[in-house]
Nanobody, 120 residues
């Protein structure tokens, strides 16, 4: 499955962005969102099963980010609210037919990433 993440950009602190992850046949896969800031390890943000059940939110995402999916559109979304400068990173979506986890090494398919920059 070829994943495409988009929707990133520059936003002021406190603002919102909605990221999208699209792929043909995506509805059969669990989809995770990850991010990687410069000089830091890749971090799991959230994951949603093919049955539309979020399995976790990372500590940095709890209360601010929401994962959802529209299988009819073959798209998974990450709604990000109350953004902070420390949310600045490249955001990736990943897919796997079996697992839905924060451990990036366990997901098989990855998109190219979209840059999110939070600054004033």
């Amino acid at each position: 499955v070829q994943l495409q993440a988009f929707g990133g950009g520059q936003v002021q602190p406190g603002g919102s962005l909605r990221l999208s992850c699209a792929a043909f046949g995506l509805d059969y896969y669990n989809i995770g969102w990850f991010r990687q800031a410069p000089g830091k390890e890749r971090e799991g943000i959230s994951c949603i099963t093919s049955n539309n059940d979020p399995t976790y939110y990372g500590d940095s995402a709890k209360g601010r980010f929401t994962i959802s999916r529209d299988n009819a559109r073959n798209t998974v979304y990450l709604q990000m609210n109350s953004l902070k400068p420390e949310d600045t990173a490249v955001y990736y979506c990943a897919a796997d037919a079996k697992v839905c986890t924060k451990w990036d090494t366990e997901l098989d398919y990855w998109g190219q990433g979209t840059q999110v920059t939070v600054s004033s």
